[in-house]
């Protein structure tokens, strides 16, 4: 079975710096989808970035980056240039595409301070 | 174009009771999916429609729990008799026929807090 582990539970940075949350998982699969979302306080949870295995390339959306180690089975988010409306709950999930449900990590609560 | 949306927000019951949660998915989107955060745990998947079929319901807890997504349209989930171990919040999320650009991309919508007495 798959599993999803992200081993930061709270994290804070300053605004306009930049900070990484860890995100580790475990599957046999070779082809999945990994996926970062975000639930900011009180508000629904959003899609920041997804990532597909079989590509090399990290993904990337504006200020939000990717590690993607598939080797390692590794899948950190790097957010760069931190702002106060990124304080959110950020959860780390896997998806294998032929079972469609997304497997989610414990989620990680970050703190931007200004 | 409107996203997901539940109903209610909130809801206080008491052990015994009986509580239904409403999800209405995006406009056009095959798939629905039930999950559940119980306090300080993981978000856990409980159900996927295709549809108005059920796609994969391995999640469920047990029998207390009934969704429905009658004409492939909106669902409903139904906890009876409610117990103490139900209280979490429930998020429902959909996702384009599969297939599609993006069908691998779930919308969430806020979630419906439950609490259990």
């Known amino acids: 079975a798959q599993t999803v582990t992200q081993s930061q539970p709270e994290m804070s940075v300053q605004e306009a710096e930049t900070v990484t949350l860890s995100c580790t998982y475990d599957?046999?699969?070779?082809?999945?989808?990994l996926f970062w979302y975000k639930q900011p306080p009180s508000r629904q949870m959003i899609l920041v970035i997804r990532?597909?295995?079989?590509?090399?390339q990290n993904a990337t959306e504006n200020r939000f980056s990717v590690n993607f180690q598939k080797a390692a089975k590794s899948f950190s988010l790097k957010i760069s240039d931190s702002q106060l409306g990124d304080t959110a709950m950020y959860f780390c999930?896997?998806?294998?595409?032929?079972?469609?449900?997304?497997?989610f990590g414990q989620g990680t609560t970050l703190q931007v301070k200004p | 174009e409107a996203g997901v949306t539940q109903f209610p927000s909130h809801s206080v019951i008491e052990k015994g009771q009986t509580v239904t949660l409403r999800c209405d998915p995006i406009?056009?989107?095959?798939?629905l999916y039930w999950y559940r955060r119980v306090m300080g745990k993981e978000i856990k998947f409980l159900l996927h429609?295709?549809?108005?079929?059920?796609?994969?319901e391995s999640g469920m807890p047990n029998n207390r729990f009934l969704a429905e997504r009658t004409g492939g349209t909106y669902s409903t989930l139904k906890v009876q008799p409610a117990e103490l171990e139900d209280s979490g919040v429930y998020f429902c999320?959909?996702?384009?026929?599969?297939?599609?650009?993006?069908?691998?991309?779930?919308?969430f919508g806020p979630g419906t807090r439950l609490t259990v007495l």
């Open positions: 999320a959909s996702s384009p026929h599969t297939g599609t650009s993006g069908s691998h991309t779930q919308y």
């Open positions: 599957t046999s699969e070779n082809n999945y989808y």
């Open positions: 990532q597909e295995a079989y590509k090399q």
């Open positions: 999930a896997f998806m294998k595409p032929s079972r469609s449900k997304l497997i």
């Open positions: 406009s056009g989107h095959d798939n």
């Open positions: 429609f295709v549809k108005e079929s059920k796609q994969d």
